[in-house]
């Protein structure tokens, strides 16, 4: 059952490394050509969407993906309140998002973010969507079918419709429509490979472990995006969208390679490990 465990990890980790680096280099492909489409300020206003909706995403999922992974004894109950719970709140916060807009402008002197951020919020209820089905494939440490969905839906969502939009002149909303497409694609391949049911769940029982280990994980990551994303919301705010965009691609070359390397091997250690959470 050990060296079971062990093989199954060791090819989970081999499938999430061969994911990261196949979207490495595209990214990396794709970055180069859309910087010679598109102005260093639309690379920008995006970054500064990607702020507040990284504020938005922790309190949207509440850790229900990492609950789920974790909980020992999951039951259909358990899945069907990950699933309403990840729905309604993916609604609530892509409703939240088109109505406090222009707060994100007022934040970032920028009113030109507002519109980018009402299409982008729609990203909430995507991935609420998919968020059920995708931790029920790490759960099961299943990383070579998701290897393949991460890479296909990358390919298509960014190199196809996003450097497609960009080359028929669409500037910033190819970068929108590259990420939502991306998101959307792969939340449709994720539920074909761990399909579940379609069902809700209104009862307290259901939801009380899974908020109990969530929440913590939520307000951990809440604290940690603070620490790393001041810097982008100052540079925004006070030296603008150009100056940011500029900062946000060297940012993200030169992190790159090691968010990559340790997220890899952090996505499939932790479901690892919460198989034999009780093994001291």
């Known amino acids: 059952m050990e060296d ?39 690379f920008g206003l995006v970054a500064m969407g990607g ?12 850790g229900m993906g990492s609950a789920v ?24 916060f892509s409703l939240l998002t088109i109505v406090l807009a222009p707060l994100g402008g007022y934040l970032f002197k920028n009113n030109d973010l507002i519109p980018v951020l009402r299409l982008m ?30 890479i296909f839906a990358f390919g298509v969502g960014y190199l196809v419709i996003g450097i497609g939009s960009a080359l028929s002149g669409q500037g910033v909303w190819s970068l929108v429509y590259a990420s939502l497409s ?45 620490g790393g994303s001041l810097d982008t919301f100052l540079i925004g705010r006070y030296f603008g969208n150009e100056k940011l965009g500029f900062y946000n691609r060297a940012q993200m070359l030169i992190n790159l390679p090691l968010t990559y390397l340790i997220t890899s091997f952090s996505r499939v250690l932790f479901p690892s490990l919460s198989q034999m959470q009780d093994d001291q």
């Open 182 to 226: 991306q998101s959307t694609i792969l939340a449709g391949l994720t539920y074909l490979i761990r399909r579940h049911e379609l069902k809700l769940s209104f009862h307290w029982a259901d939801y009380k472990p899974l908020f109990s280990f969530g929440s913590k994980v939520s307000i951990i990551s809440f604290l940690e995006f603070l």
């Open 51 to 62: 702020v507040v909706l990284r504020f938005g995403q922790y309190f949207a999922q509440m």
């Open 4 to 42: 079971s465990s062990t093989q199954k990890t060791i090819q989970g980790i081999k499938w999430s490394y061969i994911s990261t680096i196949a979207t490495a280099v595209m990214q990396v492909g794709y970055t180069a050509v859309m910087s010679r489409l598109l102005n260093p300020a639309d």
């Open 69 to 92: 992974v974790q909980k020992k004894d999951l039951t259909q109950e358990n899945i069907s309140a990950a699933f309403t719970s990840s729905i309604f709140l993916g609604l609530i």
């Open 121 to 150: 919020g729609l990203s909430f209820f995507i991935s609420g969507f998919s968020l059920t089905s995708l931790a029920l494939i790490r759960r099961s440490i299943e990383f070579k079918a998701l290897a393949f969905s991460e």
